[in-house]
Structure formats: structure tokens, C-alpha cells
């Protein structure tokens, strides 16, 4: 009998540009939480969030470096989850990398609410629903097309958004140094104006860095995809080395303006957001207009990121058979689009459910990504530690390297497990760990379940061939 020739397994292809790769890796630490949600955390340690925001981005400049080193050895589009696979062993692999799906997934309608709120605003004939269907229709529609699709939508989101942040530093400055004609304020004094720097106490200031982790949580992105790229290792290596530049300009430099210019007590803080609030005291005109602009962008970038990240992890973990098979399918123009379709119908069901339920379950489901940030970079930490000790066992030379090795290494894993810590014995963010927990804990139950399922097949077939 004729053998027919085994049909070629289609992969994953390099289908994004070095200067798409550069601006998704700036647009993946710049969200919807620098632009509104940094008000909750100013409001809650005042003028010395600052310190939080500095020590968060610490803490993600040497995550990202051990990612870095992980990644530019071996590029996967399963990033993290693969070299926890490796590194701490494959229910590792399988825990982190579907709580990283089920994290974005329920990102993905969290923000498509978020822009068709906006839109909603501006066309109040059409029902918010509707605006949230179509925005998750066009940007699945875009990344089912291609990957280069994906790209060119990021990049344009990203430059938006950067263009946006270093506007609003140069008005801010003038500002500060008294040059800005319209402001109602100038200077610095709202540093110590209103209590202090430090009104509400330093367990304040740990309490801004567990809402401030969340405002940095996507910067790991770059590291996936920069599997569909050509020369991976060298835009992994650039996209590491400029994280603290951009952690310095986009958060330190533009938050430090807003605590200088706004009472961190403002009521209206809260209720419109950091920058709209700093260009409403500096009596810009259309702040409001402008910054619901920039938001609508942000979220839709973190939205197609989303969508995009999703369905890499779950491409991977089918890959490694870890999913089902037929997720691994891949079209002709190198798109997972199994694992798309997927994690796009996740993103509808949760919408669904919001608008079904308003207020109620999606709430409960939202809750379990509480911690999910701290047990990746936990995760990314731990297996650090052991391939890079592998790695000099093995005489394996790295081009990139982590700092200080393996000191602060364990300084970062001794971070992480007493934020965790905190976090558990903290009314404020017990149920939210307790839940992520619960959703962890389910997670290795259902690996153990597929593990004894497929370690027993074997042991049956077995048992037949030799009664036969």
C-alpha cells in the first residue's frame, strides 16, 4: 500500500514588525488604570502613592528581567507557563497558563463595558450593549485575519495613547514651573499641602501597591508575542532593557504631576479620574472630551491585547496538550483561529452575563482574578531560579542575565509572598485572594483528574495486549 505523505503541521508565523513589537511592549503597562483608576490609589495613600508606584515598578523592572532572561533562551508564544513547565513541573505549566487565560478572558468584556459606556455617552440612542458587541466583533474580526492585523491595531492604539501621556507631561510641567497661563494652581505644594506627603500612614502606602500592581499587569505580553516575530531574542532583549524608562515616564512622571497640581482629598478625584482632574484644575479646554478619547482608546488596546494574549496562552497549552487538540488549529495566514474563536466566545459570555445580571455575577467571576497578577509573577520568579541553575550546571551561556542572581531573585519571591500574605489576612483583599485561590485550587483538581485519566489508558492497553 501506498504511504501518503504526512500533511505538515502549520505553525505560529512572523508575521509582526520590529516597530509593532516596540509598541506593543509600551502599550502593555500603559491601561485604563493609569488614566482613572490611579485616582482610587492617590485617594488612598495621598501624595506618596508615589512611593507605591515606585516600588511596584521595581518590583515589575526585575520580574520582567527574569522573564527577559527565560524568554531570549527560548522565545514561546506560551512564555511563563512553558518555563514553569520546565522549570517546577508540568502541573505548574498548567495552572499558571489557564489562570492566565481565565484572567483575560474576563478582562476582555471589563473592557469592551468600559468603551461602549463611553460611547454610550456620546450615542445615547443606541443602547450600550450594542457599542460592547461591536467592538468585540471588530477587534475578533481583526485578529482572525491575521496576526499583522493584531499588530497594526496595537501600534496605532499605543502611539495614541503615548502621544496623550507625554501632552499631558509637557502641559502638567508648564504648570509646575508657573508657565502655564490658564491653571488655577502652579507648583508643587499639593505634595504637603493637605496632611502631609504621607496623610493616611505607610500601611497606606502597601495598600497602593496592590492596587497599583494590577495598572502594570501586561507588560509581560511583549514575551509572547515576540514568538511571531523575526529575530525574537533581540526585541525581547530591547522591550526588557527600556521597561524602567518607560515605567519612569509613563507612571512616576505623569502621577508625581497630578499629586503636585490636585489635593489628593479632592472629591472630584474619584469621580472623573487622575488626568481629567489635573486638566480641569489647569482649566484646559475639553479636558473631559480629551481624556474620554484616550480612554476609549486605552481600553480597546487592552481589550485587543487581551484577545491576543488569550488565545496565544490557550494556543499554547493545546500545543503542549495541555487543551483540547483542536485548538492548535492554525490557519493559512498563521492565526490560531480555534483558540481565538474561543476566547472571544469567553469574552461574550461574560458580557452577557453583565448585562444579564448586572452588578451581580460577573462581579463574583471578576473577583477571582484578584491575585492572579502576584501568582504569575511569582511563578515567573520561581522558575527563574531554577533554569538559571540549570543553566550554569549545564555551562549554558545567557545573553541576558538577571541582576545580583540569585539574591534578588529571592528578594523578589520573598516580595510576592508577603504581599500574598497581606493580602490574606487583609479584610480589604481577603475574599478577592480566597477566590483566586478557589479557582487555582480547581484548576490542579482538573489536572489531576486529565493526568490519572491519560496515565490509565496506557496501564489498560497494556493489560489487553497481554491477555491477547
Known amino acids: 500500500m501506498a504511504s501518503h505523505p504526512q500533511k505538515k503541521q502549520r505553525t505560529l508565523q512572523h508575521g509582526l514588525t520590529g516597530r509593532q513589537v516596540s509598541m506593543i511592549s509600551i502599550a502593555g503597562i500603559i491601561g485604563a488604570g493609569l488614566f482613572i483608576g490611579s485616582s482610587n490609589a492617590i485617594a488612598t495613600a495621598g501624595p506618596a502613592i508615589l512611593i507605591s508606584y515606585a516600588m511596584t515598578g521595581l518590583l515589575v523592572l526585575l520580574v520582567m528581567r527574569m522573564l527577559g532572561e527565560m524568554a531570549i533562551a527560548n522565545p514561546n508564544s506560551g512564555s511563563f507557563s512553558t518555563y514553569a513547565s520546565?522549570?517546577?513541573?508540568?502541573?505548574?505549566?498548567?495552572?499558571?497558563?489557564?489562570l492566565y487565560w481565565w484572567f483575560w478572558v474576563l478582562i476582555?468584556?471589563?473592557?469592551a463595558i468600559a468603551g461602549a459606556d463611553i460611547l454610550h455617552a456620546w450615542f445615547p440612542a443606541v443602547p450600550s450593549w450594542a457599542f460592547a458587541f461591536l467592538i468585540m466583533c471588530v477587534l475578533s474580526g481583526s485578529n482572525l485575519v491575521s496576526v499583522k492585523n493584531f499588530g497594526e491595531f496595537e501600534y496605532w492604539f499605543a502611539l495614541v495613547k503615548v502621544i496623550a501621556i507625554v501632552a499631558f507631561i509637557l502641559v502638567c510641567s508648564l504648570a509646575v514651573m508657573g508657565f502655564w497661563p490658564l491653571a488655577a494652581v502652579s507648583g508643587v505644594s499639593q505634595l504637603w499641602a493637605n496632611g502631609g506627603f504621607m496623610p493616611n500612614g505607610f500601611g497606606t502606602v502597601l495598600g497602593g501597591v496592590l492596587i497599583t500592581i494590577f495598572s502594570f499587569f501586561g507588560a509581560e505580553i511583549v514575551t509572547i508575542a515576540a514568538d511571531e516575530t523575526a529575530n525574537p531574542q533581540e526585541k525581547i532583549r530591547r522591550a526588557t532593557n527600556l521597561v524602567v524608562y518607560r515605567i519612569a515616564i509613563?507612571?512616576?512622571a505623569s502621577i508625581f504631576l497630578v499629586v503636585s497640581l490636585v489635593a489628593w482629598n479632592d472629591p472630584a478625584l474619584k469621580s472623573v479620574g487622575s488626568f481629567q482632574r489635573a486638566l480641569e484644575v489647569l482649566n484646559v479646554p475639553g479636558a473631559k472630551l480629551m481624556v474620554d478619547l484616550v480612554v476609549l482608546v486605552a481600553v480597546t488596546s487592552c481589550m485587543n491585547s487581551g484577545l491576543y494574549t488569550a488565545s496565544r496562552m490557550?494556543?499554547?497549552?493545546?500545543?503542549?496538550?495541555?487543551a483540547p487538540s483542536g485548538v492548535r488549529r492554525i490557519s493559512g495566514s498563521g492565526v490560531p483561529t480555534v483558540a481565538v474563536l474561543l476566547s472571544t466566545l469567553a469574552g461574550f459570555v461574560g458580557c452577557l452575563v453583565n448585562y444579564a445580571f448586572p452588578g451581580k455575577v460577573f462581579g463574583f467571576l471578576l473577583s477571582t482574578t484578584g491575585a492572579i497578577a502576584l501568582l504569575v509573577y511569582l511563578v515567573i520568579a520561581v522558575s527563574q531560579l531554577r533554569m538559571r541553575a540549570r543553566a550554569e550546571r549545564d555551562g549554558t551561556v545567557l545573553t541576558l542575565k538577571m541582576w545580583l542572581f540569585p539574591w534578588l531573585t529571592w528578594l523578589v519571591i520573598g516580595l510576592i509572598v508577603l504581599v500574598l500574605g497581606y493580602m490574606l489576612f487583609s479584610d480589604a483583599y481577603r475574599y478577592e485572594t480566597l477566590m483566586t485561590v478557589g479557582v487555582a485550587t480547581a484548576i490542579l483538581g482538573l489536572y489531576a483528574v486529565r493526568r490519572r485519566s491519560t496515565t490509565a489508558v496506557p496501564a489498560t492497553q497494556g493489560a489487553e495486549q497481554g491477555r491477547a
Open 250 to 252: 509613563f507612571y512616576l
Open 86 to 98: 520546565e522549570a517546577i513541573g508540568p502541573w505548574a505549566g498548567f495552572t499558571i497558563g489557564w
Open 108 to 111: 476582555i468584556p471589563v473592557e
Open 314 to 322: 490557550l494556543y499554547s497549552l493545546s500545543a503542549r496538550g495541555e
